[in-house]
Nanobody
Framework: QVQPVESGGGLVQAGGSLRLSCAAS????????MGWFRQAPGKGHEFVAA????????YYVDSVKGRFTISRDNAKNTVYLQMNSLKPEDTAVYFC???????????????WGQGTQVTVSS
């Protein structure tokens, strides 16, 4: 099992940057594909980015390609989401997710964090 815990959210002006971190407990972190989802007010969860167990493969929703970067440090049991050129439409609660399966982590992850708020002002 793995329990993700997010940090790093906050308020930023449009065009600014934030880096989210997700620390995951458990000794088998490197066996899990990791992902980020977000939920804007009144909307459902939206897939944002995912990374494979080794970090060799990454995936992004089209709306964040070229602006967001997902990475991981297996020695620290941590996955990151670097968010640049932020837009007001990026405002949402961001959730870290984990799943042993690389497809499932992008669609229906088994493990979720509690979320961290990101607010981008115009």
């Amino acid at each position: 099992q793995v329990q993700p815990v997010e940090s790093g959210g906050g308020l930023v002006q449009a065009g600014g940057s934030l880096r989210l971190s997700c620390a995951a407990s458990g000794r088998t972190f490197s066996s899990y594909a990791m992902g980020w989802f977000r939920q804007a007010p009144g909307k459902g969860h939206e897939f944002v980015a995912a990374i494979s167990w080794s970090g060799a493969n990454t995936y992004y929703v089209d709306s964040v390609k070229g602006r967001f970067t997902i990475s991981r440090d297996n020695a620290k049991n941590t996955v990151y989401l670097q968010m640049n050129s932020l837009k007001p439409e990026d405002t949402a609660v961001y959730f870290c997710a984990a799943d042993p399966n690389l497809i499932a982590v992008r669609t229906s992850p088994s493990y979720w964090g509690q979320g961290t708020q990101v607010t981008v002002s115009s």
